[in-house]
């Protein structure tokens, strides 16, 4: 078999499995569609989200039944303002023998949910961001790899901002995407009203496992991209930097910071399974566009005219093509 052929058969085995999962999630999940979408980009990248809707949404129960489809461990951590970095990574104590024992805080799992992340204080938001960026945890010296995979999917509740300790732009930038999660249709709350409250429950089962997934974001990685594709990414991405000679008017009259380098990568990243998941085997550019938002929301910094003219991150990244 050639090496071209192998690799078309790669990725079709990813499509059909992606499909698959789709398939599987909507049995719990009504509607949702992009929201699913985008969390499986987000996973089979290796990457991080913050997921940013009101409570209700069914944030953790869409993050649950994915974890489940995909066979990995996934535990929630609710973030509260007595949070301690202990209470996530997990901490030493004295066993029966008298010898130092370590035992493994939530941090362990592959699929982490870090509910309300902005609740709990800069202390201890630092040690899951760092645990993201090293996928490690050092406790009393001593280092601990985490398994793998292993993602991040923080919320954040847009309305209550009284009592919260918002993520810096530096630690927000080491989230692949932010991904807003809005309310439901009529039909599609019709029909979530309908099943949950009826005694007629969903079982799911397990489409892929850890070293599946393991193997397509090794497959991922190695879509081809053209000089054009990347040239474009890079070139969006320096337009949203106000000090910049390609940025617009706008930009400079309604940012305070742009985006950095990692936001080009995650835009060539989140447009080749972009493309594959759309059936294709290069990203163009399209696919870069179609990913901008959720790459780019997070990462610009409005000013206060912005603010105060009702010009939202949106409507800026809109007038970027």
């Not at 990574?89 to 992340?117: H, W, Y």
């Not at 807003?180 to 249709?185: E, F, K, Q, S, T």
């Amino acid at each position: 078999m050639s090496e071209k052929k192998a690799e078309i058969e790669s990725i079709e085995k990813i499509v059909q499995s992606f499909n698959d999962v789709k398939k599987e999630v909507s049995k719990v999940i009504i509607g949702q569609d992009l929201i699913v979408n985008q969390l499986l980009m987000t996973i089979f990248s290796g990457g991080h989200s913050v997921l940013i809707g009101v409570p209700g949404l069914a944030k953790t129960l869409l993050v649950n039944t994915v974890s489940r489809t995909l066979g990995l461990n996934f535990n929630r951590i609710q973030f509260t303002p007595d949070l301690m970095p202990s209470d996530i990574m997990g901490s030493e104590i004295i066993d029966e023998t008298r010898n130092f024992k370590f035992v493994k805080g939530p941090i362990f799992g592959n699929i982490i949910l870090a509910d309300e992340i902005n609740r709990t204080p800069p202390k201890t938001q630092s040690a899951l961001l760092e645990a993201m960026q090293e996928h490690a945890v050092t406790v009393s010296g001593k280092t601990h790899k985490l398994d793998k995979p292993f993602f991040v999917l923080a919320t954040q509740n847009p309305i209550e901002q009284e009592g919260t300790y918002p993520l810096p732009e530096a630690q927000l930038d080491r989230f692949m995407f932010s991904i807003i999660v809005d309310y439901p249709n009529f039909n599609e709350e019709l029909e979530i009203v309908k099943t949950t409250t009826s005694s007629n429950q969903k079982e799911i089962k397990e489409i892929l496992n850890s070293d599946q997934i393991i193997d397509f974001q090794k497959t991922l990685l190695s879509v081809p991209v053209t000089d054009t594709v990347y040239e474009y990414a890079i070139n969006l991405v320096r337009k949203t930097r106000p000090n910049s000679n390609s940025s617009t008017d706008d930009i400079k009259k309604y940012l305070d910071w742009g985006a950095g380098p990692r936001a080009s990568q995650y835009l060539i990243i989140a447009s080749k399974i972009n493309a594959v998941f759309s059936g294709k085997y290069s990203p163009d550019i399209e696919d870069v566009r179609s990913v901008a938002f959720n790459v780019l929301r997070h990462r610009l910094v409005r000013n206060y005219k912005a603010e105060a003219e009702g010009i939202t991150i949106e409507n800026i990244i809109s007038n970027l093509f």
